[in-house]
């Protein structure tokens, strides 16, 4: 099985079809697609546990939230919702990436070490974030 929105190039011969119209249609879009095998995950998936809502905010990258959604991927973290947002900085008007991220944390995973993590990240990314516990839905 594999995480759901990734394909799993090895089995799904459906998947070069998709990546051709992709492909396609990227350029009338202004976008530029990669794409990557992946492995089934090892974590699996839960909809058990703590909720948390993650708040980034950085300046908009290519790979940001591929990369914060795969750390949390690695600690076996749910993603439940996902919202992003590029709007200008009122002081400069640069672009400003906003990612707001509700979350379904296992009891069993540390969220010290999460936050460690997700802290290591987004300095490395320069990125600000808010990790807080909410109230289940």
Same mark, same amino acid.
């Given at each position: %099985? /594999?995480a759901?929105?990734?394909?799993?190039?090895?089995?799904? %011969?459906g998947?070069? &079809?998709?990546k051709?119209?992709l492909? %396609?249609?990227?350029p #009338? !879009?202004g976008?530029?697609l990669?794409?990557?095998g992946?492995e089934?995950?090892l974590? =699996? @998936?839960?909809?058990?546990?703590l909720?948390y809502?993650?708040?980034?905010?950085?300046?908009d990258? @290519?790979?940001?939230? &591929?990369?914060i /959604?795969d750390l949390l &991927?690695? &600690?076996g973290i749910?993603? #439940?919702?996902?919202?992003t947002?590029? +709007?200008?900085r009122? #002081?400069?008007g640069a672009?400003?990436?906003s990612?707001?991220l509700? !979350?379904?944390?296992p009891?069993?995973v540390s969220i010290?070490t999460?936050?460690g993590d !997700?802290e290591r990240?987004?300095?490395?990314l320069?990125?600000d !974030? #808010?990790?807080s +516990? /909410? =109230?289940p839905r």
């Amino acid at each position: %099985a /594999t995480a759901p929105g990734l394909f799993e190039t090895r089995q799904d %011969a459906g998947v070069e &079809h998709a990546k051709a119209k992709l492909d %396609a249609l990227a350029p #009338e !879009l202004g976008l530029t697609l990669s794409y990557r095998g992946c492995e089934p995950s090892l974590a =699996k @998936p839960t909809t058990i546990g703590l909720p948390y809502r993650l708040n980034t905010y950085a300046m908009d990258q @290519p790979g940001l939230v &591929h990369r914060i /959604t795969d750390l949390l &991927h690695r &600690h076996g973290i749910n993603v #439940e919702e996902l919202t992003t947002r590029s +709007q200008p900085r009122p #002081e400069t008007g640069a672009p400003l990436f906003s990612m707001e991220l509700l !979350l379904t944390v296992p009891s069993s995973v540390s969220i010290r070490t999460v936050r460690g993590d !997700l802290e290591r990240l987004c300095d490395e990314l320069n990125c600000d !974030l #808010e990790l807080s +516990q /909410t =109230k289940p839905r």
